[in-house]
């Protein structure tokens, strides 16, 4: 077993859920978070509720371009580089800084800490979003990546770094490319989320183009073991795809979140918003020859999972 663990983003919507697995295993974990505003900063305390009262987690209120990451560092023995300055709708315009300094600066600096500490592995928590648009379906990691979003833009950098401090410094990096995360604990501005709480609300539910696009739906649960398969990996593979085996339409999604959860739909349709691509679809055969992986959870499922979540949270915080 690993010593310490280092989980960056540990307030959010995955670090969270990694952490409370890593420290439910019996690993001494070690988190860390700004607790920016990009949405309500009560949703990310009440994630890392539970985690404060176990004494096997230390968590530190920082920035990672502020800290000391040697000293953070040091007796680290893994680090899960979960923390981003995420979505894609805001990366345009003025709050591009903030991309920059959240996701290529703080990258930069984590792996220039870690290059001379003896880490056996750097898990680094990439997106899709570095594909851009394809009709190359389904995305392999093979595939030249054209990122169309200044988010995609920083996660594709950020990969860059992890892999050229593998190369010329040994860093144990692994990438891992998420496919549309979902499930208890999703962002606010994320689409089910939304869909969610609006239609809890009674209030309109938009969709921003048409509905036919579609995504690869990854359920938070099959992410995680993901990440606990990367830490164990001794492979020479460094980018892996981690989808959910669940790609549909939007306007597909809705119906399941009416016929399978009972929600009432008044469906908007908007126009779509630049950056956002038509379609995404994992080829997962990598991750499921090196890393085991094996997706799990269905759609109509996680949705139902998440719907009560969704409902729990508006009792405690309200209409967050």
């Known amino acids: 077993m690993p010593g310490k663990i280092l989980v960056t983003g540990a307030a959010g919507f995955i670090g969270s859920h990694l952490c409370e697995r890593l420290v439910k295993e019996g690993y001494d974990v070690v988190g860390v978070d700004s607790l920016t505003d990009y949405y309500d900063v009560r ?3 009440e994630n890392l509720r539970e985690l404060k009262g176990n004494e096997k987690f230390t968590y530190y209120e ?29 990366s345009w315009g003025n709050r591009f800084e903030e991309y920059i300094d959240s996701n290529i600066r703080a ?9 001379n500490h003896p880490i056996r592995r750097f898990v680094f928590a990439s997106s899709s979003s570095v594909y851009g648009e394809t009709t ?11 990122p169309v979003s200044p988010y995609g833009v920083t996660k594709l950098a950020s990969e860059n770094l992890c892999l050229l401090y593998k190369k010329n410094y040994n860093l144990p990096a692994v990438c891992l490319r998420y496919f549309t995360v979902y499930g208890p604990r999703q962002r606010p501005d994320m689409a089910f989320h939304k869909f969610i709480l609006r239609a809890m609300k009674g209030k309109p539910v938009e969709i921003y183009g048409n509905g036919t696009q579609t995504r690869d739906f990854t359920y938070i649960d099959d992410v995680i073991e993901a990440n606990m398969s990367a ?17 549909v339409s939007l306007n597909s999604a809705l119906d399941i979140l009416h016929d399978c959860c009972n929600l009432e739909l008044d469906v908007r349709y908007k126009d779509a918003f ?27 499922q996680g949705l139902a999972y998440e719907v009560e979540w969704v409902g729990r949270l508006i009792r405690k915080l309200g209409d967050s």
């Open 107 to 115: 990258t930069q600096r984590l792996c220039e800490a870690a290059k």
């Open 136 to 146: 190359n379906l389904p995305m392999g990691e093979t595939q030249l990546p054209k």
């Open 43 to 45: 949703i990310k305390r």
């Open 231 to 247: 830490m164990a990996y001794n492979g020479s593979e460094s980018v892996f795809n981690i989808g959910g085996g669940s790609r």
């Open 274 to 300: 630049k950056g956002d691509v038509k379609h995404t679809y994992a080829d997962i055969a990598l991750a499921q020859r090196e890393l085991n992986y094996k997706p799990k959870v269905k759609l109509d």
């Open 62 to 90: 920082h920035s990672l371009n502020d800290m000391d990451l040697g000293s953070l560092i040091g007796e680290v023995d893994v680090i899960f580089h979960q923390a981003a300055q995420a979505g894609v709708r805001a």
